[in-house]
Nanobody, 124 residues
Framework: QVQLVESGGGLVQAGGSLRLSCAAS????????MGWFRQAPGKEREFVAA???????YYADSVKGRFTISRDNAKNTVYLQMNSLKPEDTAVYFC??????????????????WGQGTQVTVSS
């Protein structure tokens, strides 16, 4: 069992930055594919970014060039650095973990474990 706890959300003006963190329990964090998803009010949850065990990274087109996902296996933590934030980035952001055998990078159903979410609000 893996527990994920997100932090770092908040209110920021358009053009600003936030850094989200997701701390994971367990001793096998380095074996997990990690992802960030978000869900805006009235919308479905969507893929934002992911990092594999080999630290390869993947991004949704909507955040490419503005967001950076990274992981620190020594700290059991994955980060999402968000720059040049836009009002349309407003959502609850969720961290998710996918243990082996791995599923699709992009698919919500691939991820077995989820955090409780952290709110990000970008004002115009």
């Amino acid at each position: 069992q893996v527990q994920l706890v997100e932090s770092g959300g908040g209110l920021v003006q358009a053009g600003g930055s936030l850094r989200l963190s997701c701390a994971a329990s367990g001793r096998t964090f380095s074996n997990y594919k990690m992802g960030w998803f978000r869900q805006a009010p009235g919308k479905e949850r969507e893929f934002v970014a992911a990092t594999t065990t080999g630290a390869r990274t993947y991004y949704a087109d909507s955040v490419k060039g503005r967001f950076t996902i990274s992981r620190d296996n020594a700290k059991n933590t994955v980060y999402l650095q968000m720059n040049s934030l836009k009002p349309e980035d407003t959502a609850v952001y969720f961290c998710a973990a996918d243990p082996p055998p791995y599923g699709s990078i992009w698919s919500i159903s691939s991820y077995n474990y989820w955090g409780q979410g952290t709110q990000v609000t970008v004002s115009s």
